[in-house]
């Protein structure tokens, strides 16, 4: 049984939340955002707040009992305040530059990488931080980590990509006799 899932889930003031056809969709002043719920959830809208009540009792179905209401409560967040993650890049010559659709990685290979940037996706670039926001939290952090799997933090000189505040456990390396 899901402790989370068993509150009523608030609605914040300016935003809207409908549930039609298996699909629950959330307005606020930032945008909107849609997810598709499995028919073993149903879901009611009253009073300013949504309660999820699963229909049967297996295994399956109280797992995605939780789990939709996380995903309720991070979307009426995302939709009134932007999810940010933040990535620092190490190294000699690693850099990166945004373009309009895509990103172009400098990560000490032979070539540029190119990735293109999905909808609903902000990027800013610093010196050596790339800033990814937007509204979804699952975008922004699947993102997030598509960018970290290119080249993913080494632990003798610390080079790579790294989040901020991530702690990168660092070895000696060879010693000279």
Known sequence: MSRIAKKPILIPEKTTATFANGILTIKGALGELKKAIKPVIDIKIADGSITLIPVDSNIETLALWGTYASHTRNMLAGVSK?????????????????????????LGFSHQIRKDIPEGIKIVADKS????????????????SVIRSLKKPEPYKGKGIRYDGEIIRRKQGKKAA
């Open 82 to 106: 932007l999810y940010e993650k933040r990535l620092i890049i190490e190294g000699i010559g690693f850099k990166c530059d945004i373009k309009p659709k895509e990103i172009i990685l400098n």
């Open 129 to 144: 931080a790339v800033i990814i926001s937007g509204i979804s939290k699952d975008a922004v952090g699947a993102f997030a």
